[in-house]
């Protein structure tokens, strides 16, 4: 009885996530497929490319410098969470966002240092300088955030998640772009919705992650610090192929359009 009623649970648990995410994700094609017509039909084609090339810019650091390190969150902390070894999750959490805003930091100091190189000499598009350059504060922001993201998502607050990864951020970027056209802004509008959007993925899940998830913070005692952190590693160097390689598959098509 006790088996059973652990599995229906989870099955409606399981139910409620999909429906959840379903729903979000509908939303959230929406909001995006907006936003891009409207740069598209509004700044042209031109300025649409910067726009994704820069995209695919952040995707390649993103997926270096993170170093695998967010997918172990989804791994290692709900082995945890079932274990209720809550100093583990402690330390696993401000072990990586420390290491990650570090790593955030130095990916967007190297992105605006070549920002002109990558604009002129590989694209040949000194009008790409300014949106890298602004993009590059951005990186910080957005590894971050997802770091945050994941964490919601291991303890399982799919609708957090859901709500502001598909629906959130889209609706604030699309919402900024339209008060910015509105306000007389030019190609500057493209680049400052979109850091809305992002800097809101960073704002709303820190602040979800302090009140609704309190395992993660305070203080823990661990004695075998060296033997996690191996294992974490082990786990998580791997996938920054993994991650690169996803990246190049998805942006692939715009890269060379651009």
């Given at each position: 009885?006790?088996?059973?009623?652990?599995?229906?649970?989870?099955?409606?648990?399981?139910?409620?996530?999909?429906?959840?995410?379903?729903?979000?994700?509908?939303?959230?094609?929406?909001?995006?497929?907006?936003?891009?017509?409207?740069?598209?039909?509004?700044?042209?084609?031109?300025?649409?490319g910067l726009f994704t090339l820069s995209l695919v810019i952040m995707g390649f650091l993103s997926a270096l410098f993170t170093f695998g390190l967010i997918q172990a969150i989804t791994r290692f902390i709900p082995?945890?969470?079932?274990?209720?070894?809550?100093?583990?999750?402690?330390?696993?959490?401000?072990?990586?966002?420390?290491?990650?805003?570090?790593?955030?930091?130095?990916?967007?100091?190297?992105?605006?240092?070549?920002?002109?190189?990558?604009?002129?000499?590989?694209?040949?598009?000194?009008?790409?300088?300014?949106?890298?350059?602004?993009?590059?504060?951005?990186?910080?922001?957005?590894?971050?955030?997802?770091?945050?993201?994941?964490?919601?998502?291991?303890?399982?607050?799919?609708?957090?998640?859901?709500?502001?990864?598909?629906?959130?951020?889209?609706?604030?970027?699309?919402?900024?772009?339209?008060?910015?056209?509105?306000?007389?802004?030019?190609?500057?509008?493209?680049?400052?919705?979109?850091?809305?959007?992002?800097?809101?993925?960073?704002?709303?899940?820190?602040?979800?992650?302090?009140?609704?998830?309190?395992?993660?913070?305070?203080?823990?005692?661990?004695?075998?610090?060296?033997?996690?952190?191996?294992?974490?590693?082990?786990?998580?160097?791997?996938?920054?192929?993994?991650?690169?390689?996803?990246?190049?598959?998805?942006?692939?098509?715009?890269?060379?359009?651009?």
């Amino acid at each position: 009885m006790k088996d059973e009623k652990e599995l229906n649970k989870s099955l409606k648990l399981l139910a409620k996530s999909s429906l959840v995410v379903l729903l979000g994700i509908i939303l959230s094609k929406v909001f995006s497929y907006a936003y891009r017509i409207i740069i598209a039909r509004y700044y042209g084609p031109e300025v649409y490319g910067l726009f994704t090339l820069s995209l695919v810019i952040m995707g390649f650091l993103s997926a270096l410098f993170t170093f695998g390190l967010i997918q172990a969150i989804t791994r290692f902390i709900p082995i945890y969470r079932g274990k209720n070894e809550k100093d583990k999750i402690k330390f696993i959490f401000k072990s990586i966002l420390n290491i990650l805003i570090i790593s955030s930091i130095f990916s967007g100091i190297i992105l605006f240092i070549f920002s002109e190189y990558l604009a002129i000499e590989i694209f040949h598009n000194p009008e790409l300088i300014i949106f890298l350059k602004i993009f590059s504060f951005l990186l910080p922001f957005s590894i971050v955030g997802v770091l945050f993201l994941e964490i919601i998502r291991a303890f399982e607050k799919i609708g957090w998640f859901s709500f502001i990864f598909n629906i959130l951020q889209n609706a604030v970027k699309l919402i900024a772009i339209i008060i910015f056209i509105f306000l007389g802004f030019k190609i500057n509008s493209v680049i400052f919705s979109y850091f809305l959007g992002i800097f809101t993925i960073f704002l709303v899940s820190w602040l979800v992650v302090k009140k609704q998830i309190p395992d993660v913070w305070g203080k823990y005692k661990i004695k075998n610090k060296k033997q996690i952190r191996q294992e974490i590693w082990r786990y998580s160097w791997p996938l920054v192929f993994w991650e690169v390689i996803i990246v190049a598959l998805y942006w692939i098509a715009s890269l060379f359009i651009g």
